[in-house]
């Protein structure tokens, strides 16, 4: 069969008939709520076939709940609410736990009518969206997820806020002409905090100090006295010593929050497995010190405990560490069912292009900047894939080449994300050998087509 021109594809395309569409009530007994912080929460529910009220209620526990049973009195089944920053948190999770079909809309959807600018028309238009069945929930993870992901959001809180601390050390040795970053690759390493220790212990002796660090420091030790002679300032030292303490809290403080990571981690198992706890042959209760060890890295129990609840073990795949899956278990679980397939999960988490055709052109295809935690870890391990020998390194490198890094950290999160939905979806275990096929079968394309480059060349010489 020939081909079909394009004219008589538009002319197909024009000529298709479709019934008129109409916006029909499909849930009459919904509310709207538009919620802030200190103006009230405007509500807006039916009392008839034919009327509605938008009433104001203040932000308070106790008129939330004054909220709630005004819209038990009048039969509300489903609730729509817009994100808006953290204010919506309790009244969600107060309607979700009396029973009622809760709404989490993006405010990006419903904002752009002309018109409707004060909450009470906001509330109503909610309303309005919601009972004709317009409006998309929010993926919202269950309970415990939820309790997870903010032990592990405050963790990596946590761990922003100590790295200023370590910036701020860092400015006081500069401001006493200490060069230790340029003898040592980090401060807050074994050696560097030895030396730092000792200086605020009171240590002023460079050799003495020199002698705190690890053997398998690459620079001479006349470097390293030499970084250590400087200008000794009382102003300076006592920096030194507050950011030090404050380091080292924060330290303990995310010690604190791995244990609590973890022991959520053995509830989820026990609910699991119906409150009682399996033998897990991989845990150990007392884990060595590694030697090396990389930074910000969880326990190995941690790994242990998702490879039970995933039901397989995804660490296997080249760039996801123990954190990395940690992080997206807390923020949406084992249920994968929220999405239809591979390609909603992936554009869910801010990794495909949102494409826009007009006239049957392409007129963008961008990829989203939204801030999404999934995506991000996702990202995050795309980067680390940058000196991987796998075929997953290869990937990374081959659209780097031809698109540039961003391009490569994007197409290579987007694989990871498909893996990690395939493997959760099918619980089978990571097996790259469609991964080594397809970069063997590229190889050959490439020789193939230098073979014959060549061949031109040499026909031309």
């Known amino acids: 069969m020939g081909k079909v021109s394009k004219k008589s594809k538009k002319q197909k395309a024009t000529n298709r008939k479709k019934k008129i ?21 405007m509500v807006a529910y039916p009392i008839s ?29 489903s609730v729509a609410m817009e994100s808006t920053g953290v204010y919506w948190i309790p009244l969600f999770l107060l309607l979700q736990e009396e029973g009622f079909e809760v709404y989490l809309v993006n405010s990006k959807h419903v904002k752009n009518v002309t018109g409707r600018k004060d909450d009470e028309e906001d509330a109503e238009w909610l309303q309005k969206l919601h009972r004709c069945g317009l409006l998309s929930a929010s993926f919202q993870p269950d309970e415990q997820t939820r309790t997870l992901r903010s032990t592990v959001r405050h963790r990596h809180s946590l761990i ?7 910036n701020r050390m860092q400015k006081a040795l500069e401001q006493m002409n200490i060069k230790l970053h340029t003898v040592i690759s980090d401060i807050d390493g074994k050696s560097g905090q030895a030396i730092i ?10 050799e003495k100090l020199a002698n705190l660090c690890d053997p398998r420091i690459k620079a001479s030790r006349e470097e390293i006295v030499k970084s250590l002679d400087c200008f000794w300032r009382k102003e300076h030292l006592f920096e030194l010593e507050q950011c030090y303490k404050l380091y080292k809290y924060h330290n303990e403080m995310i010690a604190e929050c791995d244990n609590e990571m973890e022991q959520l981690l053995q509830e989820a198992v026990k609910k699991k497995h119906n409150g009682v706890m399996p033998e897990l042959g991989k845990l150990k209760t007392q884990l060595p010190q590694p030697k090396m060890r990389k930074k ?3 326990s190995d129990n941690v790994s242990v405990y998702l490879e039970e609840l995933n039901g397989v073990d995804i660490t296997e795949v080249s760039g996801l560490s123990a954190m990395s899956i940690l992080t997206i278990y807390s923020e949406i679980g ?41 995506g991000q870890v996702f990202r995050m391990a795309a980067m680390s894939l940058r000196n991987n020998k796998g075929p997953l390194g290869d990937f990374y490198r081959r659209i780097c080449a ?23 979806t099918s619980k089978l275990k990571y097996n790259p050998q469609d991964l080594i096929n397809f970069q063997n079968k590229y190889k050959e394309i490439k020789i193939k087509k230098l073979e014959k480059y060549l061949e031109k060349l040499k026909s031309t010489a």
């Open 334 to 374: 084992t249920d994968m069912s929220c999405w239809k397939n591979a390609k909603h999960f992936t554009s869910w988490a801010g990794l495909a292009p949102n494409t826009k055709i007009s006239s049957g052109k392409i007129i963008s295809c961008h990829v989203p900047k939204k801030k999404q935690y999934v």
């Open 296 to 298: 910000n890295a969880v």
């Open 197 to 206: 220790t000792a200086i605020i212990n009171g240590e002023r002796d460079p």
């Open 21 to 41: 569409t109409q916006f029909e009530i499909l849930r009459p007994n919904v509310a709207g709520i538009d919620v802030s912080d200190n103006g009230g929460m």
């Open 160 to 166: 922003e806020t100590r790295s200023t601390y370590l």
């Open 49 to 77: 076939e034919t009327e509605i009220v938008v009433e104001e209620f203040d932000c308070y526990t106790g008129d939330l709940r004054s909220l709630s049973k005004r819209l038990k009195e009048h039969k509300i089944e």
């Open 402 to 424: 031809k698109h540039g890094a961003a391009v490569a950290i994007v197409a290579s999160a987007r694989k990871l994300a498909v893996i990690y939905y395939n493997m959760m």
